[in-house]
């Protein structure tokens, strides 16, 4: 008999094993994929750690959660600076005084702020839909060429059809600063995320290929408490309905040359080209190998948002009223199981950035193993 069976060994699940055995508990983690890690999970191709199920930079303020991941890795130095590909126009992201420069020729602070000003105009009174509310943060030449494209394709409809409340700011720097995040500590895992999770879990048995909620009499006889990290609703058979959840797919491309787009994001923002964005995966590590070796060829992912329906891979939670309420609801029956903790971004159907799924995993520890 296990202390703990937990479900799932992406970071929230890999946290809370390696955190239990250090306090000398005995641990069982099973994933239902072929592999550990979770969405973070890189693999190895042609020399590259291809980021299997979408870019993931590790970004955080969170002092203590950067010290205690750097037991298990260490970070490089990358730094996450998008460009935005509007119709054969590149603009530096997010929006800072190269994009005004390209966008109007401005060369001062005080020129673009002026610019920006004179174009909010066009919107008075209380803004209608995320049309309107995207220009009156940052003006109709902006919004045309680098919003409106590229939400209308991540939600699938017209910006005149969007709320409002889904834009509540859109960061203006007048400064050169091109860093995407306003984060102290920021970088990617030297050799991958999946090698980072292979030492959390060092010394703990793990089986892959196993489905919990397939199989959940006989696993739940293994352990005293179960730690579950899938979908909250899959956990109850769906009996409250489904939740909502964003999905993305992805066309990955293996190319016989060594630099395709020169940067690991690349944001298409006209609404005609079909994928949102494109990622070279090899520019997190600064196109070379671990030994300092560049390498021959590059891979590519062509992200293309989609809507979710039940089977799809569930990527981000929708936190809107609607869900909310659902999830509430959920919640209350959860108060109804015995020996069980919900946890991570589908457990606890949160838009959980990766630190803070470290943080609610240690936080859930620290209180559980006490």
């Known amino acids: 008999m296990y202390d703990y069976l937990v479900v799932g060994s992406g970071l929230y699940g890999a946290t809370f094993a390696h955190e239990a055995h250090q306090h000398g508990k005995s641990v069982l983690v099973i994933d239902k994929r072929p592999n550990i890690a979770g969405n973070i999970y890189t693999e190895k191709v042609e020399g590259i750690n291809f980021h299997k199920y979408g870019a993931h930079i590790f970004h955080t303020n969170n002092k203590t959660v950067w010290d205690y991941l ?26 800072n005084m190269y994009t005004f ?9 005080e020129e673009a702020q002026a610019k920006i000003d004179e174009q909010r105009k066009e919107i008075s009174g209380e803004p209608k839909n995320l049309e309107e509310q995207a220009i009156s943060l940052v003006g109709r030449d902006i ?4 919003v409106k494209g590229y939400t209308e394709k991540q939600w699938g409809r017209d910006c005149k059809d969007l709320p409002a409340f889904i834009i509540k700011r859109l960061p203006v720097r007048l400064t050169f600063d091109n860093n995407y995040f306003n984060a102290l500590y920021q970088g990617i895992p030297i050799g991958g995320y999946t090698q980072m999770v292979e030492h959390m879990l060092d010394g703990i048995e793990v089986r892959l290929g196993v489905d919990y909620l397939e199989h959940k009499a006989e696993l739940d006889a293994l352990a005293e408490k179960v730690v579950y990290t899938g979908p909250i609703d899959a956990y109850f058979n769906y009996s409250l309905g489904y939740l909502e959840y964003r999905s993305v797919r992805f066309e990955n491309e293996i190319l016989d040359k060594p630099n395709f787009q ?8 006209d609404r005609e080209t079909p994928w949102t964005r494109i990622i070279e995966h090899k520019w997190f590590e600064f196109g070379k190998d671990e030994n300092g070796n560049d390498l ?26 609607k869900n909310g309420t659902l999830y509430a609801d959920y919640k209350k029956l959860v108060e109804g199981e015995k020996n069980i903790i919900f946890g991570g971004r589908l457990g606890e159907y949160k838009y959980y950035d990766m630190d803070a799924v470290v943080a609610s995993a240690l936080e859930m520890s620290e209180k559980e193993l006490a």
């Open 70 to 95: 750097q037991n298990f890795t260490v970070f490089n130095r990358f730094t996450n600076s998008p460009v935005a590909n509007y119709k054969g126009e590149l603009y530096s992201m997010p929006f």
């Open 143 to 146: 919004y045309e060429k680098l």
């Open 262 to 269: 020169g940067n690991a994001a690349v944001n298409y923002t």
């Open 296 to 321: 021959p060829k590059t891979i590519i992912s062509r992200e293309y948002s989609s809507e979710w329906k039940p089977g799809d891979e569930p990527y981000y939670p929708v936190n809107d009223a």
């Open 101 to 109: 420069n390209k966008m109007w020729g401005v060369v001062t602070p």
